[in-house]
Every structure is written in C-alpha cells, then in structure tokens.
C-alpha cells in the first residue's frame, strides 16, 4: 500500500478534470528557476547607467558590472569551466568579489569564498574539499596562495587579480578581455541546483561547507533588501568580509533593489568615516566587532555626515553601550541573527511603534532581543532540544532556537552526518540556547557550548559580557566557564581595555559586577589582554576556555 503523506494527499478521482488542475501548466512563460543572477540582468536592463560599485577612483555601472560578469563567465567557460565545478575565490572586498559572485553561478558553477585570514594550511584543506578546479585570488593574498597551492596535489586554474604574483596564474583582467560581453547564460534548469560552498569560520571547532542554492540565495537577497530597506538610492558599504556567507547575500540584495556597493577593503574607522561622507553611504553590516572599532574612533578619524546610516549588526548582540554610542554618531542600527548555515541573516529585531515611549536602556535591551524571521524564511521557534516541543513562552525556559524554510544551507558538503544531525526533524538546529518572551521575542543566552553552569545554575555568558561591556574602560568583554572544586564551574572574564583608559583592578570589576547582577553570576576570575577572534572578528571562545582552564 502506499503511504498518504498528509501534506499532500493523493488527488480524489475526479480531481484530474477540475477546472484547476487542467490546462494550466507550468512552463517558461510562468515558470523560471530561481537565480540571483538574474537579479543582474534586470538591473543591467532597468538601470545600466546607475553605479552599481565604487571601489577608489573606478566607478562601474550596471551595464559595466553585467558585461564584465558575462566576460568572465565566458572566460572561464573557455578554459572548460561548467556546471558544478568549484571556483574558489581568495580575494578582500573588491569589485571582482562582487563579479564572481554573478559569473560563476552564471556558468552553473560553485562559487567558494575563501577566509582570508586563514592559514595556507586551511586553504589548501578547503581547496581540496570543495573540489576547487579553479582559484581566483588578488594579489594581496598571493602569497598566501602561493603557499597553499603548494600543498595540493592537482593542479588548478589559478587567475590573478591586479598584479598577483603567483607561478603559472593568468591575469584576471586579460581573461575578461578574451571573454564575450554578451555571453548567452541559461541559469540553472533546477533551482535547488549548488550555487555557493561557504565554509564555517570554525567559532566552535571543524569548519564545515555549508551549501548554497540558487533558489535560496534569490530569496535571501529580497529578504535582506526588503528587512534592511534598499532601494535603488541606497548606497551600501563593504564593512563585512563578503567571504563570510556571501557577505550575509548582500552582493545579490543590493543588486536586486539597484543600489550602489562601495568596496572597502580593510575596516579601519578613518576610512570608514571618510566613505560614508564622501559616498553618502546609507547602509552598512558588520559583526559588533565593527560597531565598535566605529563607536571607539578617535574624534581625529571621525567625519560628520548629514545623514542618517542604517547599520545592521549580527554575529552577536550588540551591547547597549555600542547601541547609545551608534546612535549618537549618527547611525540606526539594526540586530540581526543568523549563520552561515541560513545564508547570513535568518532573524531579525523588529522596533515597535510603543519602543519609543521606553527608557533608553528598556530600548536598548529590546533592540538585543530576537525572533522576528525574515520574510523569506518561514519559521522559526525556541524548542526543547530533548522533547522537540516549543518552550514556553515565559522569558525563562531556556530551549534551542531552529530555523525553517527556504533560506536554509542544503546542506554541509561532503558531510552527510553532519547535515543529518543539523537537519534533523524538519528543522535547522542552530545550537544557540534562547528564552522566549511572552510578547513573542526571543532572548539569545549563549551557544550550546558557551553555558556556564554553577552551581547547578545557568549563567549566560553574553549577559555578564553585556554588564562589563558598560564599565567605562572595558571595550570588549568575554566570559567562559573555569573549572571550579566547588561550584563545578565559574564565570571566567576576559576583558580588553579601551586605548588609552585607566585600567581597572579585578577588584574593581568584581565590585562593578556585584552591584549589577546576581551574586553566583560574578566573574570569579578577571584576566585582561588582547581577546583571540576568529577572522570575521568573534571571540575564540574555545581558546578562551582552554586558558581557563590552566588558570
Ligand atoms: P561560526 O558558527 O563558525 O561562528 P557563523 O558566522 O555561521 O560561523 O556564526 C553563526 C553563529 O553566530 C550563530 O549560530 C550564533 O551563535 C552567533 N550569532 C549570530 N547572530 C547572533 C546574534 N544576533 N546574537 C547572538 N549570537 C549570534
């Protein structure tokens, strides 16, 4: 007998001959894979003369952008690149990052953007695992290829961007000479087809390659231009490495809305403050990283802008003290939540008409929380993670937040445990442990991992991290569990001081602790120097938990 999936039930006889299942069927006048690349094409057509990327004094249109996409794609073409090969990309926030994230997929192919600020050793892992058949890198990274292509067994097609130093490569700007402007692509006859491998950047351990559909990425580039408000005026800056998750799917969001894209190669406040008043930047992203190096500027790096910069932060909740500081200098920000595994952002908080009668600080601690989904994903919830059932919604039962729909990975290449066990039931299982609120919103307590359990009690780390983030000397702030006889486990604090601030005693901080949160909460142990950050610029917790434990 067959089985009746109850989502979609057998048709009843006499179904086959309803006005609506006859004569209206699907074909390419109704019916066209979903691809970013095609968000292209209409900008190209609908908006040509616009400029699509400013990178210095190069300014490309639209039309410009398309043309060299297709001149690419055609170049690779030529040199036997096709459907579901890998390319990889090694390479800082330049116009060709923007390029390749629409010619490879163009050809069918997977794009693979690799960490910069990893070693030759991961690269060439990464190389290897993804299959890359090609590399594209920019000469600031040369050398780092150079020595991880030492390591691989193949050799692969290597083009180099500007002046890149590397044996055998071709110049990137000679294959776009080769290659046809009018190149005819197709897109992909199936929209779940692999458009992009973006490895994790390995917070809590292996890095794995989540895999990118074209369908997804189309829906995440409306789903962020529609949450974050691009229009075909914004102008948006490249504070966010575009090989962490696509940068977030924003090389295909501001497309998508025919924004203007503004490189940046390394995030230093000068330049930061110098673009926004120079371009008009309307719109920038960043790990709360970023906020900071913007909200800590010296005055010297600082240049007044007349308007007002939406920027959205994920990665972390932004703490209320970069919250005040942000807003003063001008900027609107704007908490997302996400992975790589959900093609950047998944969720987002939402402001509510009734915030503004709040206090700053009530303000500030609802633009932390969560759980509003995007318009493009469908579902999202806090559950149980040994019973699978939602938590309740009381502010106070902690559960794991997962995520459903169309904007998330395929899966992780090469992994099939690994997808199992993040797939499982139906649902993306984030491994972020969360309350719920009553009002619906969802409150991020820690990472599975980053629990400090005391005394039988659960300590989120991020609310002491957000408590000492309010000291006025302290910049950054992280808090791991150290072992400890009694309690099984303490609250261990990592702290980085402001430049140039007096800094303070651990007596000091303990003491601004106790006055600001309850007493098992307390850090224990206060260390101060420099934090470890993985290369998108979060805090090596693993790291450091292991020198916690030495202590
Ligand atoms: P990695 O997992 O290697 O750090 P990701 O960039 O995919 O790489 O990180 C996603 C993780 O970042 C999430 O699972 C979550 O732990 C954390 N995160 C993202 N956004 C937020 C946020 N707004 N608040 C707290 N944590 C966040």
């Not at 930047?281 to 900071?292: K, Q």
């Not at 909740?317 to 970069?322: D, G, L, Q, V, Y």
Request: overall charge negative.
């Amino acid at each position: 007998m067959t089985e009746i999936d109850p989502q979609h039930p057998a048709p009843s006889p006499g179904a086959a001959r309803h006005p609506f299942a006859r004569d209206l069927d699907r074909t390419s006048a109704n019916y066209v894979p979903l691809t970013p690349v095609s968000l292209l094409a209409r900008a190209a057509s609908a908006a040509g003369g616009r400029i699509a990327v400013i990178d210095g004094d190069r300014h490309l249109s639209y039309a410009d952008l398309y043309a060299r996409c297709r001149r690419l794609a055609s170049g690779l073409a030529a040199h036997g690149i096709g459907t579901l090969d890998t390319v990889a990309i090694l390479a800082p926030n330049v116009p060709e990052m923007i390029e390749a994230h629409f010619a490879v997929p163009m050809l069918g192919a997977v794009l693979n953007p690799l960490n910069t600020r990893l070693d030759p050793a991961t690269i060439a892992f990464s190389l290897a695992h993804g299959g890359a058949r090609a590399l594209i890198v920019e000469s600031e990274y040369a050398p780092l290829a150079a020595r991880a292509l030492a390591e691989l067994e193949r050799p692969l097609l290597v083009v180099a961007i500007g002046e890149a130093d590397v044996a055998d490569a071709i110049s990137y700007e000679n294959l776009l000479a080769s290659g046809d402007p009018d190149h005819a692509w197709t897109g992909p006859t199936d929209e779940w087809q692999s458009l992009c491998l973006l490895y994790t950047s390995g917070t809590t351990g292996d890095p794995k390659g989540a895999v990118y559909s074209h369908r997804g990425a189309y829906l995440q580039a409306l789903g962020n231009a529609v949450t974050f408000g691009l229009t075909a005026e914004s102008v948006y800056l490249w504070t966010l490495p575009m090989f962490h998750c696509s940068g977030w799917s924003y090389p295909w969001a501001s497309v998508a809305a025919c924004a203007t894209q503004i490189c940046l190669r390394k995030v230093e406040p000068a330049a930061i403050f110098r673009l926004i008043a120079e371009h008009g930047v309307t719109h920038l992203c960043g790990a709360p990283i970023v906020l900071s190096m913007i909200a800590h500027a010296p005055e010297s790096d600082r240049v007044a802008f007349p308007q007002r910069v939406r920027c959205a932060v994920g990665g972390a909740a932004p703490s209320s003290t970069i919250i005040r500081t942000m807003e003063e200098l001008g900027f609107q920000v704007l908490h997302l939540y996400g992975a790589t595994e959900s093609y950047g952002p998944a969720t987002v908080c939402l402001a509510q008409p009734d915030w503004t009668e709040l206090s700053d600080a009530d303000r500030y601690a609802r633009m932390a929380r969560q759980g509003v989904p995007l318009a493009t994903l469908e579902a999202t919830g806090v559950v149980d993670p040994e019973t699978d059932r939602p938590v309740p919604q009381d502010g106070a039962t902690v559960g794991e937040i997962r995520l459903r729909g169309n904007t998330v990975m395929k899966g992780y290449l090469g992994n099939p445990d690994a997808t199992a066990r993040a797939l499982a039931g139906g649902w993306y299982r984030t491994g972020d442990l969360a309350v719920w609120h009553p009002d619906g919103s969802v409150e991020i307590k820690d990472r599975a991992k980053d629990i400090i359990i005391s005394g039988g009690e659960n300590i989120s780390s991020l609310e002491v991290e957000e408590v000492l983030m309010r000291h006025p000397a302290i910049m950054l702030a992280a808090v791991v569990a150290r072992p400890d006889p009694t309690w099984g486990e303490s609250p261990c604090a990592f702290l980085e001081v402001k430049p140039g601030a007096e800094p303070p005693t651990d007596h000091d901080v303990i003491a601004f602790c106790r006055e600001r949160m309850a007493r098992f909460k307390v850090p224990k142990t206060v260390v101060f120097g420099p934090l470890p950050k993985t290369s998108t610029g979060k805090i090596q917790k693993f790291v450091l938990r292991d020198r916690a434990r030495g202590l």
